[in-house]
């Protein structure tokens, strides 16, 4: 304990906003341990914990407004999570046959889309998928950081014209940088038109549809083929707890099922409940991840859960209103949902706040982290954990105008004060 504990990175900490990381809970704690005390495998077998994931399944289903005949599963995160996404898409794209000659045999050259401002897992998926990063087109953002809509349709159509198959669009519930939507119902309409597989990365914003003030932002959501999402950001379940959803079952099965005499069904026994989720992903060993999810939902409820969703927004909208209120602050992208990015204003900014960020993890009074922002660097405070209250971010302008001041060489009495504290709207 005096090894490891004061030398953790700190995301149960209130004023931990470095990256998108929920805070954990102590019922998500107790089920962790129950879970390792029954050490179950959930790569299939007819089991209690496989009929606890599947309602799970059934809860995201009805939340998302997809149909029965979606499928889902329990991974790693959102990265495992896109790559399941983007794997579905292809053998739909190709066909299951692809799966014994490879992509090269079918002799189509296949295209993706994202947002320039996407997470960087849906390139990494490109590579693993054997499609190749050159394959992925990024489309260009607006002024609030979001796919251009229009520039999506005119890319695909290029794409077309030159010999190549559009199969795939990610759409992002919540861009990595700046916590930017992208217009969903806009690109689902694009998808429909040419028959491309939409996805939506909601690693981090999907779960604002338990939020009655956040769900619509994300109109469109139900629309998808396929969508990721992380139980362990704003649903604060311990690490790791990501999750896919698949609009047709069937298309899941087509990329991942892969029988074997060792893994033979049954109608009795444990050998029965198939399909198992073993034919839905690549693991066939797989955690009780599901009980730290299910003990979440159930002791919570799905109202406080938005509640707090609702309140790291309006702490966001606070933090953005205190920086645009400060003489010696600049916001550097609009809050969408609970990440700003904003910087001290001096000569050299990007040195120097880059290191005011190092200077507040030194210090130990606030974890914001550091991203660029049309070239320029930004400290970036990612408003997720349940606990941080108004304080919290009153902490964390302080601190970041006080070592912005130090490394410009600024007294307190040279610089402009900070604006009075109010509660958030």
């Known amino acids: 304990m005096h090894s490891v504990l004061p030398y953790a990175a700190g995301n149960a900490h209130p ?3 470095g990256w998108v990381q929920g805070g954990g809970t102590p019922v ?20 209690m914990p496989l009929e606890m994931e599947r309602q799970i399944v059934a809860w995201m289903r009805d939340l998302f407004g997809l149909p029965e005949t979606a499928s889902g599963l329990f991974v790693t995160g959102s990265s495992m999570a896109n790559l399941i996404g983007l ?7 190709l066909g299951g046959e692809s799966r014994k000659t490879g992509v090269a045999a079918s002799g189509l050259r296949l ?9 960087g897992c849906i390139a990494q998926a490109m590579a693993i998928a054997g499609l190749g990063t050159d394959a992925l087109r990024r489309v260009p953002v607006d002024a609030r950081h979001r796919m251009d809509v229009a520039a999506l349709a ?10 190549q198959t559009p199969f795939f669009i990610a759409g992002t519930a919540g861009t990595v940088d700046t916590g930017a939507v992208d217009d969903l119902a806009a690109i689902a309409a694009v998808a429909h038109e040419h028959r491309v597989w939409f996805h939506i990365d909601g690693a981090y914003g999907a779960l604002g549809m338990l939020a009655p003030d956040v769900a619509p932002l994300l109109a469109g959501i139900g629309q998808a083929d396929s969508i990721a999402l992380d139980f ?3 649903g604060q379940v ?9 609009r047709r079952e069937a298309d899941q099965l087509a990329a991942f099922a892969s029988p074997a005499a060792y893994l033979a069904r049954h109608p009795r026994g444990l050998a029965a409940g198939s399909p198992w989720p073993c034919d839905l992903g690549p693991d066939l060993s797989r955690g009780f991840r599901a009980l730290k999810t ?5 002791t919570h409820g799905t109202d406080a859960m938005g509640a707090a969703i609702s309140h790291s927004c309006a702490l966001a909208r606070a933090l953005g209103q205190r920086v645009e209120a400060h003489a010696e602050l600049e916001l550097l992208a609009p809050v969408a949902l609970s990440i700003v990015c904003f910087r001290y204003r001096c000569e050299d900014a990007n040195a120097v706040n880059a290191e005011i960020v190092a200077d507040l993890h030194e210090s130990g009074i606030a974890v914001p982290s550091v991203t660029t922002i049309d070239g320029r660097t930004a400290i970036r405070a990612a408003i997720v954990n349940h606990r941080t209250t108004l304080d919290d971010i009153d902490a964390l302008v302080h601190a970041a105008v006080a070592c912005g001041r130090r490394r410009s060489g600024l007294s307190g009495a040279d610089a402009a004060p900070p604006p009075a504290a109010s509660r958030p709207a």
């Open 238 to 246: 311990p690490y790791d707890a990501g999750f896919v959803l698949v």
């Open 294 to 298: 299910w003990f979440t939902l159930v």
């Open 232 to 234: 362990h950001k704003w």
């Open 28 to 47: 998500g704690m107790l089920a962790e341990m129950l879970a390792a005390g029954l050490n179950a495998n959930l790569g299939g077998r007819d089991q």
């Open 15 to 17: 004023r931990f906003m």
């Open 111 to 119: 295209s993706a889309y994202a947002s320039a401002d996407a997470h």
């Open 87 to 93: 794997l579905v898409a292809r053998t739909a794209a």
């Open 154 to 163: 005119r890319m695909i159509a290029a794409d077309k014209a030159a010999g």
